[in-house]
């Protein structure tokens, strides 16, 4: 029995390639993936079926992740959110952190880091 089959991750990121890369990997170590390309699916996504823990990626069409990563507190001040992003600075990592962001992976990422700060 594979220990993480219970655990649903929610892959918030508008790169095809991106959301085909973390879920072979986390569907590999037994995650149940879902998936959202636009910020009101991600909504939908954590309304309908509360995933245990968001990927997020800060640059989707129409809106930034900061504001998403502030909506997805209101809505679950507890959900685990992870920011994945190819440009992240330092004062943006503090924003973020401030804003409850729960951890950082740099695109393009291993899989060594990403289950990292996953698991």
Do not use: C
């Amino acid at each position: 029995m594979d220990v993480n089959q219970d655990h649903t991750i929610l892959v918030v990121d508008d790169e095809t390639d991106v959301v085909a890369a973390l879920e072979s990997m986390l569907a590999d170590r037994g995650y149940i993936i879902r998936q959202a390309t636009r910020w009101t699916e991600a909504i939908a996504e954590i309304q309908d079926h509360r995933p245990d823990a968001v990927l997020l990626d800060l640059y989707l069409p129409n809106v930034q992740g900061e504001a998403l990563l502030e909506f997805i507190r209101d809505l679950d001040p507890h959900l685990p959110v992870v920011i994945v992003s190819s440009e992240i600075e330092t004062s943006k990592l503090d924003q973020l952190g401030r804003l409850g962001a729960n951890g950082f992976v740099r695109k393009p990422f291993s899989e060594d880091d990403l289950f990292l700060v996953v698991e």
